[in-house]
T-cell receptor
Framework: GAGVSQSPSNKVTEKGKDVELRCDPISGHTALYWYRQSLGQGLEFLIY????????KSGLPSDRFSAERTGGSVSTLTIQRTQQEDSAVYLCASSLAILAGDTDTQYFGPGTRLTVL | GDSVTQMEGPVTLSEEAFLTINCTYTATGYPSLFWYVQYPGEGLQLLLKATKADDKGSNKGFEATYRKETTSFHLEKGSVQVSDSAVYFC????????FGAGTRLTVKP
């Protein structure tokens, strides 16, 4: 496929359960980003990965959130002990590189809509 | 820190009307500026971008000019169509994107 893909497209879970969200970036893109889109909150940066460097986790809202990127490609965002306020659309994006500290154009996946009951 | 402020709307226009969505930014250095669009039920798509001052980005009849003196990147279209109904996000580059709050545009026939 040509674009960023995410799975699942929708996830409904119960409060307190753990969830995993997956992102497959565009082949060859070395940078990968996770954002959260909540009603009334806009687009919120969570974490990004650039090549083999340590990820920038500065946007993660709590230690219940974590992310991994295996083999420089697929990434998984994990939310432990989900809360109702975690309900949102989680967006993944990828780009060719982060150039001298400045992001290249990011291409977004369709998102995963998470609903915590 | 770096940030983007955009007109929040919602904006409702009749078909063929002129569109302006204001976007201003605060940044150190010389970031790239972007407009992304989100159609109903879809993900974000890049609409246009500009990488340096006085650059004009354009796509699908939309335009925006990178104005360093006014720190602005306003989105314009001369004649909107119903199919332009969407949410528009202004964004600023950096180690990660900084997005504006989004502006919902509804175009009525």
């Amino acid at each position: 496929g040509a674009g960023v893909s995410q799975s699942p497209s929708n996830k409904v879970t119960e409060k307190g359960k753990d969830v995993e969200l997956r992102c497959d970036p565009i082949s060859g893109h070395t940078a990968l980003y996770w954002y959260r889109q909540s009603l009334g909150q806009g687009l919120e940066f969570l974490i990004y990965f650039q090549g083999n460097s340590a990820p920038d986790k500065s946007g993660l809202p709590s230690d219940r959130f974590s992310a991994e990127r295996t083999g420089g490609s697929v990434s998984t965002l994990t939310i432990q002990r989900t809360q109702q306020e975690d309900s949102a659309v989680y967006l993944c994006a990828s780009s060719l590189a982060i150039l001298a500290g400045d992001t290249d154009t990011q291409y977004f996946g369709p998102g995963t809509r998470l609903t915590v009951l | 820190g770096d940030s983007v402020t955009q007109m929040e709307g919602p904006v409702t226009l009749s078909e063929e009307a002129f569109l302006t969505i204001n976007c201003t930014y605060t940044a150190t250095g010389y970031p790239s500026l972007f407009w992304y669009v989100q159609y109903p039920g879809e993900g974000l798509q890049l609409l246009l971008k500009a990488t340096k001052a006085d650059d004009k980005g354009s796509n699908k009849g939309f335009e925006a000019t990178y104005r360093k003196e006014t720190t602005s990147f306003h989105l314009e279209k001369g004649s909107v169509q119903v199919s332009d109904s969407a949410v528009y996000f202004c964004a600023l580059s950096g180690p990660h994107m900084r997005f504006g709050a989004g502006t919902r545009l509804t175009v009525k026939p």
